[in-house]
Every structure is written in C-alpha cells, then in structure tokens.
C-alpha cells in the first residue's frame, strides 16, 4: 500500500523523536520509521537509566568535528535551556550531577515518554519495527520503500545515529544513503570509548585495576589537542573512566596520551624536601600521595624499592620518580571499539549540509542529524544537545 506524506523521519532516537514532534506541530504531516522494536533504547540506557539529557554549560567549543563552526547555528536557536522548558512543562524532575550535566531525578523513561507525547501532539504517525528496504529520488518526490510498503514524501530526515553499541541496532544506514547520493562521510571511529594497550606491555598493571583517581590527561597538538581532568579508572585491559572517555574522542592511532596522576603536586619536588626532613621508606612516603595500591604497584613496573629509606635516595631518581607520575607517557594500540563506544566520531561531512537546516546542499529535502552528522560531542549531556538541536533545526525547515 502507497502512503503519500509530507515528512518521513528514518530512526527513532533522540533526534528523530524531537524533529518529528517539531515538524508534526508545524503541521506537516510525519511519519516516523525504525527498525528496532523498542522505542529509543539508547535514551533509557543512558546515564545508568537516568539519561543525561544535556549539559547546562553545553557550546561550540565542546564539540568535535572537521568544520568545528558547523554546530554553532543550531545549538544558538535551541539551547539547553530550550529543553529544560520542556522538561518542565512535562513535570519530569531532574538535577545537576557534576560539571553542568544533567539527569532526571527518576528514570530515562520519562524522557522518552516525553517525546513520544511531542509526537503525539504533532500527529506523527510512529511505525515500527519497520525496515527501510530502500531510498530512491524521483523528481521532487522520495520513495521510501520499507517492509510495510511504499512510502512517498517531499522530505527525508536520516536521523539514525552511527555505529556505537551494536547490540542495540546501530547501523551504517546514514553512511549507505550519504554514499547513494554522493555525500561525502568522514570517517568513522568509535569514541567516547576505553582505551587498550598491548596485552604483554599492560600485564604489569594488571594488578591495579579497580583504582579510580582525579587526573590531568592530554593527547594531541594544537587544534587537535584535548585536555581534560576528570577521573581515571585502571581496568584489566587497560584505562576507563571519564577522563579516558573524554581523551578517547581526540585520540589518534598510534599517538601517546599523558596523563598527570597528581594534578595537584610537583612530586619531584615533595619527594625531595621528604627526603631532607623524612625518615620514612619511599613505600610510605609515596602511599602518602596516592592509592596505597598504586603506590606499591608504580614502585614494582619501575623497579624501585618500596623499603629504601628515602633519605638515602639520590636526587636524581626521586625527581624521575616524581616526572613518571606527573608526566606518564603512554601509548594505546586501540579501543574497545563500537561495541563499548557512546559514540561515533566522524559521520556525514558538514561540508556537504546546510548549517541552518541539516538539508543535504545537492539533494533538496534530504537531511542528516543527530549522531549520524560529524559533529561529536565531549561526555556530560552535550551528544543530546546536539541530538535536539540538530532535530529542532530539521524539524523546522523539513
């Protein structure tokens, strides 16, 4: 059966749920296709089930992309505040956490259900599951051939994200449609991710996994440099935590990362004025400053001894001692991959689209948003900032 539409929004996350509504309350008519059977389950899972649905503090500058200016248009017209209104006119309670992130007081749910109610409003006509099959342009009109039919529609938002967390239906289908209608992409790679290291060269620090700690990290030069402090978390593997998390967007293969384990201190220079007035063993005076855990195991990988009385230590090893863990070099040779990525950096190029519209510049009434658009952004809400902006923009001009 052929359905003539105004609208068809491909994928039912964050952004497509948003531009549907958006455009359904403009009065187009919307019909919204996925082919997962659950609604919006990168939503529910986010957060630890709470969602971090933006950052209070959410700009330009916090993300990534090969046209950094591309993103500024539309987080301008709808700001985290924008969204905040929502929530509120919906009732769903929330709190800052950390750094201007944001979650709901109860469940990610509320998030969700909230869309789903904006669709409603708009009229929008929700199918799933329901697989596109194919995409073609005939003249001003798109034929969307799907499992349940043709569709026909003067406009197609691809609002399908990238390919983090396979297990739940991600899909190169943004990238396949880009290449069909000869879109440049940008390619992509699993970010916001842990990060590995050689199995051999990481068994020394095996033994610390479980140590979490507030660290300096830093990858990268100039334009392309990231620098964070956040926290750091040893796994078996290799590094996690946010800080990891964060580095992960900027890093790039086969670079270092360095991180400062004691932010706060000049070790070097403490160790050395401990050896003038301790008489203490290096073991204590460095379990003085970090995890007793670590301590033990940092003296172990650089083979000093943990019961020398620091005192009798020469200047010269105490100071690299102190630079190893101000100054720790490392390098990974990957990540977790998709499989444990937030998200995906990279995706369709910027270049190629309407910074006002998110429409495709060479095939009028197609457009890309959310995850699926090369533009990333750091961990802490800024993703769904972009994923509403983006689908705000869309659902506007669509």
Not at 27 to 44: F, P
Request: glycine share 10%; hydrophobic share 40%.
């Amino acid at each position: 059966m052929t359905k003539q539409i105004d609208v068809v929004v491909i994928g039912a996350g964050a952004a497509g749920l948003m531009c549907a509504a958006v455009a359904g309350q403009r009065g187009r008519s919307v019909m919204l296709l996925d082919h997962a059977t659950v609604l919006a389950e990168k939503i529910r899972i986010s957060g630890g089930g709470r969602c971090n649905f933006t950052n209070l503090y959410a700009g330009p500058q916090n993300f990534l992309s090969e046209n950094p200016h591309f993103c500024k248009s539309a987080l301008a017209r709808y700001t985290p505040q924008d969204f905040l209104s929502l929530m509120k006119s919906h009732g769903i309670a929330y709190h800052e956490k950390h750094k201007g992130q944001l979650f709901c007081d109860d469940s990610a749910e509320q998030v969700i259900q909230m869309l789903k109610v904006e669709c409603i409003r708009g009229k929008v006509e929700i199918r799933m599951p329901c697989k596109v099959l194919s995409l073609k342009k005939n003249g001003d009109q798109f034929e969307v051939e799907t499992d349940q039919g043709l569709v026909l529609a003067s406009s197609v938002i691809i609002a399908t994200g990238g390919l983090s967390i396979p297990k739940i239906g991600a899909t190169d289908f943004a990238y396949r449609i880009a290449k069909q209608f000869d879109i440049a992409v940008i390619t992509p790679v699993p970010a916001l991710v842990p990060l590995t290291f050689d199995a051999e060269s990481w068994q020394v620090f095996v033994p610390l996994a479980g140590i979490s700690m507030e660290v300096e990290i830093e990858t990268g030069t100039k334009k392309q440099r990231g620098h964070f402090r956040e926290d750091l978390l040893f796994t078996h593997r290799g590094l996690s935590g946010p800080a990891v998390l964060q580095i992960s967007s900027y890093w790039q293969e086969g670079s270092e990362i360095k991180i400062n384990l004691l932010p706060e201190i000049d070790l070097a220079e403490q160790l050395i004025h401990e050896k003038s007035t301790s008489r203490k063993n290096l073991g204590n005076v460095l379990a003085s400053y970090l995890p007793q855990r670590l301590a033990e195991g940092w003296l172990q990988v650089g083979n000093y001894q943990a019961d020398q009385r620091i005192a009798d230590m020469t200047d010269k090893s105490l100071r690299a001692l102190g630079e190893s863990l101000n100054n720790w070099k490392i390098t990974p040779n990957g990540s977790e991959g998709y499989r444990k990525a937030e998200v995906t950096r990279g995706g369709i190029d910027t270049k190629a689209l309407s910074q006002q519209t998110m429409m495709a510049n060479k095939v009028p009434g197609l457009y890309f948003i959310g995850e699926s658009v090369d533009v990333t952004g750091w961990l802490g809400g800024f993703n769904f900032q972009w994923a509403w902006a983006s689908g705000v923009a869309a659902g506007q001009a669509a």
